[in-house]
């Protein structure tokens, strides 16, 4: 990064600030070691590992759980903790599981699982049926969170056909952090439940330096502002030589779209890494519908043909990596819970970087002049489907 860009990015996000409020970005808070895990049979190898061996606490917050073979694996875990006294909660999305049958659930439950599903549909609360709870969260012991993207299911854990496969990207992380993600873990519990789950006291752990700062970004339909646009916003404000997004759900309506035109405008390279396939087609083609200002912005635009794209990954400069679970899409923006983090970290940026490249690589650029060439029944179904980018 050139001295001159870098003194020009801090005022530049100062003013940023200034505008948009600084109410819903908290404080760093330490994260110890964070470890980056590229795909999916990483991330379900060390949860599972961790799950193994817990001792005293298990916190699972899921939008999606099948009842297949990574499915099965991951109740039989939970069941083992339970039997050897470990206290195990699940929060998980009744609308994202809507397929998977009761009785897993009620399996769980009868094993010593405490079981809660979030937001069932019901009469009395009809004008919540459209809130759902988006994020993906374990926490073990107070030793150990894992994050990401990654859903409870074979398309995550690399065990379906390549076609069928998710291509997504988790994390884990320790430190002060994991109090804040306990904090907001039993508040979405009560928010649900009416009360606050009992746990067992924390375990005094060793003090262990905090290598890393993060920053937890809560979202969710409670905010009056949404704090995960807001985070996305200030990121991309902040970005001086290099922005890298990949994201599987790209409606990003007119704030996020300044955003991007903005870092083009200063001299930004921006590269966006979106899926060739979406399993929401719709969503693919209200996507393609932002390519063009893009594309005509100087924005490099490529589609992962391999597998379906899931990951949500922000790389700012190399240095600022925003992920979690959190689409640039208006549900994301305004009527999911996610959860999203900030790491700032070269090494940890670096490894992200490497993912990019990668995955840059193996994808299809797609090009102003051949976008151009799609015919007038695609463009007329864009025109006829954005008024409903904000439902889906």
Known sequence: MSARRHQERFPRLIRHLRHHGTALLPLPV?????????????FFEALFNDLKNAKRLICLEYYRIRADVTGQRFADLLIEAAARGVKVFLLYDAIGCH???????????????????????????????????????????????????????????????????FRDVGFSLGGAALAALQELFTDTWAMERGKRPTLPVPAILNNTPDDTEVTLINGGPHQRRSAIRTAFRVAMASSSDELLIANPYFIPGPRILRSLLRAARRGVQVRLLLPARNDVPVVRVLSRSYYEVLLKAGIEIYELERELLHAKLMLIDGEQTVIGSANLDQRSFHRNFEINVIVRSQPFGAQVRDLFEQDFAGSRRITLDGHSRRGLGVRLLELLLRPISWFL
């Open 30 to 42: 330490g994260a110890g070691q964070v470890t980056l895990l590229p795909d999916g049979p990483h």
């Open 99 to 165: 397929v998977t049958p009761d009785s897993y659930f009620e399996r769980l439950q009868t094993a010593g699982v405490s079981c809660l599903a979030f937001n069932p549909l019901s009469l009395s609360r009809i004008h919540w049926f459209d809130r759902r709870n988006h994020r993906k969260l374990a926490l073990i012991d107070n030793r150990v969170a894992y994050l990401g993207g990654l859903n409870i299911s074979d398309a995550y854990a690399g065990l379906t056909d390549e076609q069928l496969r």
